[in-house]
Nanobody
Framework: EVQLQASGGGLVQAGGSLRLSCATSGFTFDDYAIGWFRQAPGKEREGVSCISGTDGSTAYADSVKGRFTISSDNAKNTVYLQMNSLKPEDTAVYYC????????????????????WGKGTQVTVSS
């Protein structure tokens, strides 16, 4: 059974940092792409970042480029999202998701190609 569990959210002041973790199980990590998505109240879900377990390539939303970094520890089957210089507009529930289509699709940010989703973790950035 494929499982994903996001953790590491919390309350932080603007300009601060958080590191989210996505612990995965039930699949061969190297054969999947893992993405981070977020949804703020009243807004649509948006893709934040994605990483390919096959070749390590990454993708980012324009809104987080230069501030967020996605990485993976294949030995631990865990993906991380290091979030620096946080802004109030980063406030959202963050989810991780996975797809066996291991290379990052051009449409990754829609989340439509993700097959498995974990429960989210709340990130709140105060001004």
């Amino acid at each position: 059974e494929v499982q994903l569990q996001a953790s590491g959210g919390g309350l932080v002041q603007a300009g601060g940092s958080l590191r989210l973790s996505c612990a995965t199980s039930g699949f061969t990590f190297d054969d999947y792409a893992i993405g981070w998505f977020r949804q703020a109240p009243g807004k649509e879900r948006e893709g934040v970042s994605c990483i390919s377990g096959t070749d390590g390539s990454t993708a980012y939303a324009d809104s987080v480029k230069g501030r967020f970094t996605i990485s993976s520890d294949n030995a631990k089957n865990t993906v991380y999202l290091q979030m620096n210089s946080l802004k109030p507009e980063d406030t959202a529930v963050y989810y991780c998701a996975a797809t066996p289509r291991s290379l990052i699709a051009s449409s990754w940010a829609t989340g439509s190609n993700m097959d498995y989703w974990g429960k989210g973790t709340q990130v709140t950035v105060s001004s």
